[in-house]
């Protein structure tokens, strides 16, 4: 019996590359934006001052975030390349070794030896080094470094990140400028938490609950030092 149409299945896996850096950007634009502005205001700042503070905040941000996340991820993605060129030099070298290590790692993941061997030796006729690599290394398709891509996705994410509480100091009156910033990042922290926790498959109220406690502490502490600063000098 064969069948007519194909099986596929959508995991959430698919998505962590991506998802990984946008929430990490969008949550550094909130958190350290709205630190800067709200020490900034503690400080005692003119309101364009603080203005001005928060746009070279979100640029400087932005870039930092797409630097780092490229550098970091291309790392990542040299040791894949690396771990696969001598993956590549030792099948060359020695296949029925690479044969007998690949059908080992069968037998701890529970395949009897009898079963193990014939699978071990069809996977390697069909892709050894991609069975090796995925077997062995833990490096897949969905798993694999993307440079360009986290780094165009945390800088992206930084920057619609950081706008909201910039935007948020824009409009509100810079007598209660500390309050409405402070509370509406918290908000929007929230949002994000709940949203890239249900992206996820996680638990809503976790997610929310856990970047909104990191974001009020750094506020606290960022407006306590403000405050201090801007009381001494």
């Known amino acids: 019996m064969t069948l007519s149409r194909r099986h596929t299945e959508r995991h959430r896996t698919d998505r962590i590359g991506w998802l990984r850096a946008a929430v990490l950007g969008a949550n550094d634009g909130i958190v ?84 193990a061997q014939p699978v071990a030796e069809q996977l390697m006729a069909h892709d050894a080094l991609g069975a090796h690599a995925r077997d062995e290394l833990g490096i897949s398709k969905t ?50 938490g709940a949203v890239a926790a249900r992206v996820g498959g996680a638990s809503v109220l976790i997610g929310a609950w856990r970047v909104t406690f990191w974001g009020a502490l750094a506020m606290a502490i960022t407006a306590g030092v403000g405050a201090l600063f801007g009381a001494v000098i």
């Open 32 to 115: 350290s934006t709205a630190s800067l502005l709200v020490g900034v205001a503690a400080a005692s700042a003119s309101h364009s001052s603080i203005l001005v503070t928060g746009v070279a905040a979100l640029v400087a941000g932005a870039m930092s975030m797409a630097a780092g996340e490229y550098v970091s991820v291309h790392s990542q993605a040299d040791t894949e390349q690396a771990d696969l060129a001598r993956e590549r030099a030792e099948l060359e070298r020695n296949p029925a070794a690479e044969r007998r290590e690949l059908a080992a790692i069968y037998v701890g993941r529970g395949l009897e030896p009898g079963l």
């Open 143 to 192: 798993l694999s470094a993307r440079p360009i891509q986290a780094a165009l996705a945390s800088a992206a994410s930084f920057a619609v990140g950081a706008a909201l509480p910039l935007a948020v100091t824009a409009l509100a009156p810079e007598r209660f400028l500390i309050p409405w910033v402070s509370g509406m990042s918290l908000a929007f922290l929230a949002l994000l």
